[in-house]
């Protein structure tokens, strides 16, 4: 039998809501996010605290280096036997010693494995890699959820939308979809499928699904055997005069999201197979699609010479560029000291007395029903097609899915034309509002 929800962290969860009655300020390559809530998350919603961690894109955001830099490679084996290393991203500072994964949504354990859970009317669950990889080898040992609009990822995905892409749409069992994107530029011609013999239904079978990553090329493997390559060699823009190829740290990152969810476009709805069914036999006989996660290892790249490089703490940009040449790799810090601090201010610490701050910010990004990466969608621009889309955040178990809509391609948005009207970010009303969030996450926590 599968493990349930806690009731009372439903209900709890469902009351942070109330947190976040306004949008966060937008953010996008032409519109910078304002001092005081200097960082871009990957949703494009400018804040402090975590939105300066994970998905801070530097670009976008007020300087370069308002993001905290990023927790550079070391390559793990993580078996995903408990939840003891995935934190709530409510939790998280930074400190990639403390954990493998951040959460959001709820990872549940069972028979000696991690799942990721979608609860009816749900936007799922992703988990992102507190370390980052600058080329290098990730495996993940999985089953996919199943059914028509239900959504499986594996994909790298860097601060500044380089992408690299393995998903799973529930009602086609025997393929395995690949994708690539530079910078978030939507260009459709990238994804390739994986059909073999061996692969007949990934929801109930084993497979060890692989991508390696060198500054020349990309594949994507399944039970060590290559389906897809594709070479740098191939991807050179002579109108840009730069090479349209993933190059920058990128985060693995694990998810279950509703393709098929009736807010989304239909584009996406029939890429995914069809409208989600809530009242499905799999939704009434366990309370939610999932995923299994059995391990997951990450081998960090070996050069002593950038770009690729895992000596130093932590990855910064010194050019807007975003390219693998303005990578940084420093002993720069990358813990906060509280989810009021930003990379200007790394110490920066809750008040001591709520009244001496009535401020609002923003400290939670997204949590949003998108499915992972950007689907070749930055923040703000271009026109989206079918396939994953703008974040890889969730709401937590029980809320409804509310996603951060862009004037492109929108994963679970309201009417079209409205701009992130259904993001829900946490926020902070000070320190009491915090202690709130924080109670909310130990709930999350299994």
């Known amino acids: 039998m599968l493990p349930s929800i806690p009731t009372v962290a439903v209900a709890l969860l469902g009351a942070t809501t109330v947190l976040a009655q306004d ?19 990957q949703y494009g919603q400018c804040g402090v605290g975590a939105y300066c961690l994970g998905g801070c894109d530097p670009r976008m955001s007020f300087s ?9 490679c070391e390559s793990r084996t993580m078996k ?18 403390k954990a493998d994964w951040v959460a959001q949504g709820t990872p549940l354990t069972h ?47 860097s601060d500044v939308k380089d992408e690299i892409d393995f998903e799973w749409v529930g009602s086609e069992l025997d393929i395995v979809q690949t994708n690539y994107y530079f910078q978030g530029i ?3 011609t990238h994804s390739g499928n994986i059909t073999d013999s061996s692969i007949k239904n990934t929801n109930t079978e084993w497979h060890t699904y692989e991508i390696r990553w060198t500054p020349e090329k990309i594949e994507w493997l399944v039970d060590d055997k290559v389906g ?45 197979g069809g ?15 999932y995923a299994t996660v059995s391990e997951v290892t990450i081998e960090c790249y070996k050069t002593d010479k950038a770009p690729g490089t895992n000596k130093g703490k932590g990855y910064t940009y010194n050019d807007a560029k975003g390219t693998n040449d303005t990578v940084v790799d420093g002993d720069d810090n990358t813990v906060l000291k509280s989810l009021l601090g930003t990379g200007l201010d790394m110490d920066k610490d809750y008040p001591k007395d709520p009244s001496e701050s ?26 989206g097609g079918s396939g994953s889309g703008l974040g890889s955040g969730a709401t937590p178990a029980g809320s409804s899915p509310n996603a951060a809509c862009t004037d492109g391609f929108q994963q679970v948005c309201g009417a079209s034309g409205d701009q992130n009207n259904g993001a829900r970010s946490d926020r902070m009303y000070g320190a009491s509002a915090f202690a709130a969030l924080v109670a909310v996450g130990a709930m999350l926590w299994l």
């Open 111 to 157: 028979g000696g494995n991690v799942l990721l859970t979608m609860p009816a009317h749900s936007a799922g669950t992703v988990l992102a890699s507190t370390v980052y990889m600058w080329y290098g080898n990730v495996k993940a040992r999985m089953k996919t959820s199943k059914d028509a609009g239900v959504v499986t990822a594996f994909i790298l995905l």
């Open 358 to 383: 009535s401020a609002t910010q923003d400290v939670i990004p997204g949590l949003s029903g998108g499915g992972p990466g950007t689907n070749g969608q930055a923040a703000g621009g271009a026109n």
């Open 23 to 41: 949008s966060a300020p937008q953010c996008s390559l032409t519109k910078k996010c304002p001092k005081e809530t200097p960082c871009c998350s």
């Open 80 to 97: 995903m036997e408990n939840t003891d290393r995935i934190v709530d991203a409510s939790k998280y500072l930074g400190d990639a010693s």
């Open 228 to 272: 897809r390559t594709w070479e740098k060699s191939k991807t050179w823009n002579s109108t840009t005069n730069q090479w349209e190829f993933p190059q920058t740290p990128s985060r693995v990152q694990l998810s279950i999201w509703p393709g098929g969810d009736e807010k989304n476009a239909k584009g996406t709805v029939d890429w995914a």
């Open 64 to 72: 370069l280096d308002s993001c905290v830099p990023e927790p550079v």
């Open 275 to 289: 409208y989600i069914d809530w009242e499905s036999e799999a939704i009434k006989k366990d309370k939610y699609y």
């Open 186 to 188: 939507p260009n459709y």
